[in-house]
């Protein structure tokens, strides 16, 4: 059995910091602040596959007005005026920028997938054979986020202290 690092939370809060200072929040006004024991509504699901030499997925899971708040900044909107479309492509989009930079913490031989995103439905990996691994919890405009890290094969798997 071989023993590999994956990111940890704190990770993920330098991936996000600059995630939301490069799309969401150009003058670090408004960051995400990371909590702890937050329930995050799981209306929203967003994800990148990782494959490869470590299979699992990214998610970015919130509510449908944290997700619609998120699309209008990075689309330079208001959220009113948001579409639905432009919802799902942003989610995706978010999952595979944070993706992209967990991917390049990981073994050597990943790949990503293309983004999926579900609206108003179950966690898609809470009742599977993963095991999420990371996760952060973080608020940002009074609405909670999670960004999480699930591995398929969690014998393999050691989170960094």
């Known amino acids: 059995m071989s023993t590999e690092m994956v990111p940890t939370a704190k990770d993920l809060m330098v991936i996000l910091d600059q995630v ?13 602040v990371p909590v702890e024991d937050v329930p995050v509504t799981s209306e929203i699901h967003a994800w ?9 997925h990214v998610v970015v899971t919130c509510s449908t007005v944290q997700a619609r708040n998120i699309a209008a900044a990075f689309l330079g909107m208001e959220p009113a005026d948001v579409a639905e479309d432009d919802v799902a492509d942003v989610l995706g989009e978010l999952a595979n920028i944070v993706g992209g930079n967990v991917k390049s913490m990981l073994p050597a031989g990943c790949v990503l997938s293309t983004p999926y995103f579900v609206e108003r439905g179950a966690d898609p ?8 691994v990371t996760e952060l919890v973080g608020v940002w405009h009074d609405e909670p986020l999670s960004v999480a890290l699930w591995h398929s094969r ?3 798997v050691e989170v960094a202290a």
């Not at 939301?20 to 995400?32: E, Q, R």
């Not at 990148?48 to 699992?56: K, Q």
């Not at 990996?125 to 999420?132: A, G, I």
């Open 154 to 156: 969690s014998d393999r």
């Open 20 to 32: 939301w200072l490069s799309y969401l929040d150009h003058d670090g006004v408004n960051p995400l």
């Open 48 to 56: 990148v596959a990782i494959n490869g030499s470590w299979p699992g």
């Open 125 to 132: 990996f809470r009742n599977s054979d993963q095991v999420c």
